[in-house]
Nanobody, 124 residues
Framework: QVQLVESGGGLVQSGASLRLSCQAS????????MGWFRQAPGKERSFVAA????????NYADSVKDRFAISRDNTKNTVYLQMNSLKPEDTAVYYC?????????????????WGQGTQVTVSS
């Protein structure tokens, strides 16, 4: 019912910035809590950030606090992840996700729809 398409990944050096985008279709973005997760090679998928339906509440993993920022533009059906001061340990496939529930949860099991991911690689 909901389709999510990520873009904006790439190869950058340590300290650089990237902005990921996730465009949703199938229903209004304003109906959905949005989130980002990531998965590095050999590791479990982990929480990065989430944002509530009106954009007034956010949630971040400790590892990205003060470096990453999630935002949304419901008129464009798009959610963003601004990533600054990137580190090699940020290298992963980044996935956009959404849920109809209202809490910007850090639990993977709470989310209902997923994009196919975009690769972020940070070199040292």
């Amino acid at each position: 019912q909901v389709q999510l398409v990520e873009s904006g990944g790439g190869l950058v050096q340590s300290g650089a910035s990237l902005r990921l985008s996730c465009q949703a279709s199938g229903r209004a973005l304003s109906d959905m809590t949005m989130g980002w997760f990531r998965q590095a090679p050999g590791k479990e998928r982990s929480f990065v950030a989430a944002i509530n339906k009106n954009g007034l509440r956010t949630n971040y993993a400790d590892s990205v606090k003060d470096r990453f920022a999630i935002s949304r533009d419901n008129t464009k059906n798009t959610v963003y992840l601004q990533m600054n001061s990137l580190k090699p340990e940020d290298t992963a496939v980044y996935y956009c996700t959404c849920r109809l529930g209202s809490l910007p949860s850090d639990s993977q099991s709470h989310y209902e729809y997923w994009g196919q991911g975009t690769q972020v690689t940070v070199s040292s």
